[in-house]
């Protein structure tokens, strides 16, 4: 088991691909840091007036982490810009990505190693679908605006 791994998003209308990344996380890793995506880097999010205030967001993954595990093993930190604190912090083992944020995840390697850190084992979550369309934040949002 790892000592400290990273994850990130906007947990917008919290839905099983959220709840995969946080179980992966948390069946890997002793501890683990959520990096919450705030306002400053959802503006050109797809019906960005419809995404959840951060204050929702955390109070919704904190509900959810509860049901899980003991919070102490959890910390939700604000996001604002793509990498998040496991670029400046050398001490992460590894990052929890899912397929659509992998190329995200190699970025954050390749600054950790210019840096001189170690790269991070990287944990890949499969999308999830339902009735053969992906589940995301965006089709949600998507059905709430029609």
């Known amino acids: 088991m790892l000592s400290l791994v ?6 917008d209308h919290l839905h099983e691909g959220h709840q995969l990344l946080l179980r992966t996380a948390l069946n890997v890793s002793e501890k683990i840091v ?3 995506t705030t306002e400053k880097l959802l503006k050109n999010k797809k019906h960005f007036e419809l995404i959840e ?3 929702t967001r955390e109070r919704n993954l904190l509900e959810y982490l509860k049901t899980l595990t003991d919070l102490s093993r959890v910390e ?3 996001l604002d810009d ?5 670029i400046h912090q050398e001490n992460f083992e590894g990052l929890i990505a899912s397929q659509e944020t992998y190329p995200n995840a190699l970025k954050i390697n390749e600054i950790r190693e210019q840096k001189g850190f170690k790269p991070l084992i990287l944990v890949v ?9 992906i589940i995301s934040s965006t089709l949600i949002r998507e059905n709430l605006s029609k």
């Open 34 to 36: 959520i990096g919450l």
């Open 6 to 11: 990273g994850l990130g998003g906007t947990f």
């Open 82 to 86: 793509p990498y998040g604190p496991p």
């Open 53 to 55: 205030d951060y204050q």
């Open 125 to 133: 979550i499969p999308i999830i679908k339902k009735d053969d369309q």
């Open 76 to 78: 939700i930190v604000p």
